[in-house]
């Protein structure tokens, strides 16, 4: 018999522990805490929406080793195809778009600045051109397209009430630190 109400006794104790572990699950179930079905449903549906958001956001990045190679790409492209080695390449360039402008240059001076941590020379240039209004034009649009890289800073004109149109121009380039 004591082994019977030992087993008794130890049945007892497990559905004790049963019953409170009911009460417990029972009490987070209704609790405010876990909330009911609908909340976690809605906040499920919130849950999704970030995700959803997320991945828009970072859309944008997929494939970035990629794209940083074709920059990288394209970058060199654009020193060997549009930034000179010499200076002299630069007044050629110039003097050429002049002369299929109908343009002539008066002077040209240029300041070649220290050279950047990029490889690249900063050209200052400055030039005084004279033409008629409509060949000055032109040259400014043919300077602005040319294959080689020029960037316009500022524009002068000067003239008399005959007679052809002066234009002070100073314009930026670059020259390869290399070359």
Avoid: H
């Amino acid at each position: 018999m004591p082994d019977l109400r030992e087993t008794r006794q130890k049945i007892k104790m497990v559905l004790i522990a049963m019953l409170c572990l009911d009460v417990v699950a029972a009490v987070l179930l209704f609790s405010p805490l876990v909330g009911s079905s609908n909340s976690r449903q809605g906040q499920l549906g919130q849950l999704w929406r970030e995700l959803q958001q997320k991945t828009r956001q970072v859309e944008p990045l997929r494939g970035m080793d990629k794209k940083v190679a074709l920059a990288g790409q394209q970058i060199d492209d654009f020193y060997k195809e549009r930034l000179p080695g010499q200076d002299s390449a630069i007044f050629g360039e110039i003097g050429k778009v002049a002369s299929q402008s109908g343009v002539k240059v008066l002077q040209a001076k240029s300041k070649v600045d220290d050279p950047q941590p990029v490889g690249l020379r900063p050209i200052t240039i400055e030039a005084e051109l004279s033409g008629d209004y409509l060949q000055l034009v032109r040259f400014i649009n043919a300077l602005e397209r040319d294959k080689m890289f020029f960037i316009i800073d500022s524009v002068t004109l000067g003239g008399q009430q005959t007679g052809p149109v002066k234009l002070q121009m100073k314009l930026e380039t670059y020259l390869k630190a290399g070359g």
